[in-house]
Antibody, heavy 118, light 107 residues
C-alpha cells in the first residue's frame, strides 16, 4: 500500500524558515516524480514544487521560486521542502504527492499544516 | 499561466441524481486534464486523468469528457460518499494549475 506521511509543520514567524519532510513507502520511490501541493485555509489547491526521479530537475511556480527548494533522498525514500523567507500567504496545509511523470498526482499524503504568523 | 475556472462553485444535489461539473481553461490544454475529490477530512483522491481515464478503484459512475478548453466531470447517480469537493487540474504546461473547486452538497 502506498503511504505518504508528511511532518515538520508548525507555527513560524514571517521571514523565518521551515523544512517539511515526507516519508514514502509501498512503492519504488526512485521511480517516481514527487511534488508538494498546498491549500490555504478555505481555499483551493496550489501546486508548489516538483522534482524528477533523480532529483536533477526541479520545477516551481513563480509564487515560491527562489524561496522554496524541493529535494529528495532516494536511499531514504524521503521528500523534502525547504521553505525560506516565509510570508503570511504561505500559511496552508502542505501535501506531499506522487506525480506520474509530470502529469497527474496519483497518491497524496494527509497533509501538514504550516502557519506563518508573528 | 493557464487559468482554470470551475462551475458551479457549489451544487446542492440529491442521492441518485446525475450531476455534471464543468471546468474551463483559459487556453486549449489538449485533454491534459485531471479530476480530484477532496473529503471534509482533507483526504485527496484522484478520480480521472487525461480527461476521461478512470483511476484504478474509482467507481464507474464517475466519467470525464471534453476537449480544447472545456471539460466536465459527471457522476451518474450520486451515492452518500460522493458529497465532497471536486477539483480539476491541467498539466498542459507549467505551472500546473487547479480549478477553484466545486462543493457538492446534499440537498
Amino acid at each position: 500500500e502506498v503511504q505518504l506521511v508528511e511532518s515538520g509543520g508548525g507555527l513560524v514567524q514571517p521571514g523565518r524558515s521551515l523544512k517539511l519532510s515526507c516519508a514514502a513507502s509501498g512503492f519504488t520511490f526512485s521511480n517516481y516524480y514527487m511534488a508538494w501541493v498546498r491549500q490555504a485555509p478555505k481555499k483551493g489547491l496550489e501546486w508548489v514544487a516538483t522534482i524528477s526521479t533523480s532529483g536533477s530537475r526541479t520545477y516551481y511556480p513563480d509564487s515560491v521560486k527562489g524561496r522554496f527548494t524541493i529535494s529528495r533522498d532516494n536511499a531514504k525514500s524521503s521528500l523534502y521542502l525547504q521553505m525560506n523567507s516565509l510570508k503570511s500567504e504561505d500559511t496552508a496545509t502542505y501535501y506531499c504527492a506522487r506525480q506520474v511523470a509530470g502529469s497527474y498526482f496519483d497518491y497524496w499524503g494527509q497533509g501538514v499544516m504550516v502557519t506563518v504568523s508573528s | 499561466d493557464i487559468q482554470m475556472t470551475q462551475t458551479p462553485s457549489s451544487m446542492p444535489a440529491s442521492l441518485g441524481e446525475r450531476v455534471t461539473i464543468s471546468c474551463r481553461a483559459s487556453q486549449g490544454i489538449s485533454n491534459y486534464l485531471n479530476w480530484y475529490q477532496q473529503k471534509p477530512d482533507g483526504t485527496i483522491k484522484p478520480l480521472i486523468y487525461y480527461t476521461s481515464n478512470l483511476q484504478s478503484g474509482v467507481p464507474s459512475r464517475f466519467s470525464g469528457s471534453g476537449s480544447g478548453t472545456d471539460y466536465s466531470l459527471t457522476i451518474s447517480s450520486l451515492e452518500p460518499e460522493d458529497f465532497a469537493m471536486y477539483y480539476c487540474q491541467q498539466y498542459d504546461s507549467s505551472p500546473w494549475t487547479f480549478g477553484g473547486g466545486t462543493k457538492l452538497e446534499l440537498k
